[in-house]
């Protein structure tokens, strides 16, 4: 449909250059991704040819795999026209002209017959000079003489249905996916000495880093696998909060994990290492440090600073914050303990009043009230008792309605004889006091 | 060597700060030329009083202490980390190049909602804050060292519970070779502990006639700062319930000569 048609449909249609790079580079990006289905996807135009001779016993047979690749790529947002053929013509035809589905094998001249002739990827002009001679079908084109055919409308037509038919060779050219890279190193003979390993080691991450730097990208994985002779292998994976290519931060964080490995016995041990990247992330070339942007320093620093938190105490020792809307106290901070990669969401929650330390369990306590919304007039709480001198509250807080299991509080928040001011809540079905927090 | 000529005739005061201050730049040179970074900047507090009192503001590059209120005798007593004010303070130091702070303990990590409260300028505070949760001596030890020397961290909040005199000592010089301010959190029992700390504070809970909480934020030890006032340096800080901001009241010296008489469990 031409622009001008569109804008008399629709009042207001959204008008984007049509960006063909674009799509070459994302539909090259899906061959990559397909590559699950097969080791030889190629892209064909505005297709993909994936050619899936005896991958389908992977899947469970050719039905499971149509199916399976038709889920997978909906789930990716696009929605695929597939069809299984003997060969690539008859797969690229049926995909666009007839029924999609499965052409078994043998079945592909017939599954051709009806189809128009723009499906055997021959030139418009050819299709021209046929409809000329009033030859508009596939099977008219078959029941013609072959001998007539090269002279008269070139040599491609009969390429292109012999191709079909699968009595001509076609080759296509798969998308090749780089490879994650590894280094690897095999001793002479099994060791035990931690010294040469750790030395191998480093040296092999030196080579990483700089295979990664030719390659303009930074590793966010890093598996080390050490082939014992009398052990299975050990594997050491790593992971870091930011790409990097740093050989020497990338060591001071495998050498602690190295020190732990049981290296295996004496006269036998560890036989080859391989250091490999298993994800990696383009990363730009950074510039002469002196001019580098102080802010992404920082980063960096941080990162390492994180990672090497992270290596000693655990990933989930080391938290951000999450402020969330959220009127249950506990549950507007949350602690996440992931890669930084999201960027943090925090709420702001307006001018409410809340303790500036909260119990990670409230503490069940003991108070006199004079009435049950009044005020309060003496707590027992942690072993200790003290006079309340004043009282807010209460502030009735609740679960989201979807919650409504949860009970119903009331907050108090209450200055002692000492002078500290508490945040108690009195939970509305149980009438049961407890403590929540201070406002230290 | 250091070098200056002793005074041998009585000489006026002039001179006497004239060798002194060379006396002090020759030492900056020495630990300059050690690692020991000193061109950190004090973070102002924006409470004018107290930051006249320490030059500034609290230190950059140097460990503070920060003793709870609670019983100073009694291991076993409640006692609470005083979070709003120390919250204060990393806010502040996070207003500047550096902008990463990193909470050391379980016990010191902060309610977020109550530190943003409405203020929007305060997001990236707590957007910007690592909460660690190291549970031993020696974890948290290893953790605010390693912290420390991160040119990134504008501040370190740990909890700083049964530190003995070397790690301090170790961790004021980390912190003086990163430059970044380690906020230690010590509870009132180890007011009695040495440390190698620059200041220590002490912050009690103070009776308030409205519903603001209060403190006595106190003063306790400063090194290289003259001591301004006879009975200490005491200030009480109150905390706006809605906007979730510290500010300065008065100096408590004063306040507490207009109430004499009350009782004040603080002279016990």
């Known amino acids: ?440 | 060597m250091l070098s200056a000529v002793p005074p041998q005739s009585p000489v006026s005061a002039q001179a006497h700060r004239a060798v002194i201050s060379a006396l002090a730049e020759q030492i900056e040179a020495r630990q300059q030329q050690f690692g020991h970074r000193c061109d950190a900047r004090p973070i102002p507090t924006g409470w004018q009083d107290i930051d006249s009192t320490l030059g500034g503001g609290v230190a950059a590059g140097a460990l503070h202490e920060w003793f709870g209120d609670g019983d100073e005798c009694s291991r076993n007593a409640p006692w609470f980390p005083p979070m709003a004010v120390l919250a204060h303070v990393a806010h502040r130091a996070t207003l500047g190049e550096r902008q990463s702070t990193i909470w050391v303990g379980r016990r010191c990590w902060a309610y977020a909602p109550a530190l943003i409260g409405a203020d929007e300028s305060k997001r990236p505070f707590v957007e910007r804050s690592m909460l660690i949760d190291a549970t031993t001596v020696d974890e948290r030890a290893w953790a605010i060292d390693l912290a420390l020397r991160c040119p990134a961290i504008a501040a370190v909040i740990a909890d700083g519970t049964g530190l003995k005199l070397a790690i301090t000592r170790r961790l004021q010089l980390a912190a003086a070779s990163g430059g970044a301010a380690c906020l230690l959190l010590r509870p009132p029992w180890e007011l009695s502990e040495l440390s190698a700390a620059k200041t220590r504070w002490r912050v009690r809970a103070e009776c308030s006639e409205n519903t603001e909480p209060r403190w006595t934020v106190e003063l306790l030890r400063c090194k290289g700062v003259r001591p301004m006032r006879r009975e200490g340096a005491r200030w009480v800080v109150r905390l706006d319930d809605e906007t979730g901001n510290v500010s300065l009241v008065a100096a408590a010296g004063e306040r507490r000569d207009s109430a004499e008489g009350s009782p004040d469990r603080r002279t016990a």
Not at chain 1, 99 to 111: H, L, N, Q, Y
Request: aromatic share 6%; charged share 25%; with cysteine.
């Open chain 1, 1 to 440: 449909m031409a622009l001008s048609q569109a804008r008399v449909v629709l009042s207001n249609p959204r008008v984007e250059p049509h960006r063909g790079d674009r799509n070459s580079a994302s539909l090259r990006g899906l061959a990559a991704w397909s590559s699950r289905f097969s080791p030889h996807v190629a892209v064909d135009g505005d297709g993909l040819l994936i050619d899936v001779s005896g991958c389908a016993r992977a899947f469970g047979g050719e039905e499971r795999l149509l199916a399976l690749a038709k889920k997978q790529y909906a789930a990716l947002g696009f929605e695929a026209t597939l069809c299984i053929a003997p060969t690539f013509g008859c797969a690229w035809a049926v995909a666009r002209f007839g029924t999609p589905g499965i052409v078994p094998e043998g079945e592909a001249r017939r599954a051709l017959l009806d189809l128009p002739l723009a499906a055997l990827r021959i030139t418009g002009a050819a299709v021209q000079s046929l409809h000329e001679v009033g030859i508009e079908r596939i099977g008219q084109v078959m029941e013609l003489p072959r001998s007539l055919l090269p002279s008269r409308f070139g040599d491609e037509l009969l390429l292109r249905v012999d191709q079909a038919i699968g009595q001509a060779l076609e080759l296509i050219e798969p998308v090749r996916v780089a490879p994650p890279p590894v280094v690897s190193q095999v001793f002479d003979g099994p060791t035990t000495q931690w010294e040469a390993i750790a030395v191998c080691t480093r040296v092999l991450i030196e080579r990483l880093a700089s295979l990664l730097k030719e390659k303009e990208s930074g590793a966010r994985r890093i598996d080390i696998v050490l082939e014992r002779s009398d052990l299975p292998p050990e594997s050491l994976t790593i992971t870091l909060s930011m790409p990097t290519r740093d050989a020497r931060h990338l060591w001071s964080l495998v050498r602690p994990r190295l020190e732990r490995v049981n290296l295996g016995h004496e006269g036998r041990g560890v036989e080859e290492i391989r250091v490999g990247a298993s994800l990696v992330k383009p990363m730009a070339h950074e510039q002469v440090e002196s001019w580098g942007d102080r802010r992404t320093d920082h980063q960096q620093e941080l990162a390492s600073l994180l990672d090497t938190l992270r290596n000693r105490l655990g990933t989930d020792r080391v938290c951000r914050v999450q402020v969330r809307e959220s009127h249950l106290p506990e549950r507007a901070m949350v602690l996440r303990c992931g890669p930084e990669d999201e960027p943090s969401r925090t709420a702001l929650l307006g001018a409410i009043d809340r303790p500036t330390l909260l119990f990670a369990n409230a503490e069940s306590a003991a108070v006199v009230s004079l009435a049950p919304d009044g005020p309060v007039m003496s707590l027992q709480w942690r072993g200790g008792e003290s006079r309340i001198t004043t009282t807010q509250g209460p502030e009735s807080v609740g679960a989201e309605w979807w919650r409504r299991r949860e009970p119903c509080r009331s907050y108090f928040k209450v200055q002692d004889e000492h002078g500290r001011w508490l945040w108690l809540y009195r939970e509305n079905q149980t009438s049961m006091w407890f403590v929540h927090g201070i406002w230290a």
